[in-house]
């Protein structure tokens, strides 16, 4: 059964930086494209970034590119998003996807068929 748990979220300054990790089972890592999507109460879920099934190829939404960071070790059978310089406005519940194929065809959520629970993070001013 396809299994996804996100996890490193928390509480951080503005200007800080988290790590978040996806964990990964029952599918082939490596034969998917991987996202990160956000939601915050009251707003619409926002998509992040996206990775193709062997880092080739990478996607960032335009507020997040040159801050946070999507990458993969498919032999861990885990997916990274590193996020630096955080403001309040990133404050929401992190959510990563499991696409329907190998690449990022691009950051839509309907391109992705599995998710899982997210996990909260808060940035403070």
């Known amino acids: 059964q396809v299994q996804i748990v996100e996890s490193g979220g928390g509480t951080v300054q503005a200007g800080g930086s988290l790590r978040l990790s996806c964990a990964t089972s029952g599918f082939r890592l490596d034969r998917h494209a991987m996202a990160w999507f956000r939601q915050t109460p009251g707003k619409e879920r926002e998509a992040v970034a996206c990775?193709?099934?062997?880092?080739?190829?990478?996607l960032y939404n335009d507020p997040m590119k040159g801050r946070f960071t999507i990458s993969r070790d498919n032999d861990k059978n885990t997916v990274y998003l590193e996020m630096n310089n955080l403001a309040p406005d990133d404050t929401a519940k992190y959510y990563c996807a499991r696409g329907h194929g190998l690449y990022c065809a691009g950051l839509l959520p309907s391109l992705y068929t599995n998710w899982g629970q997210g996990t909260q993070v808060t940035v403070s001013p």
């Open positions: 990775i193709n099934w062997n880092s080739l190829h990478t």
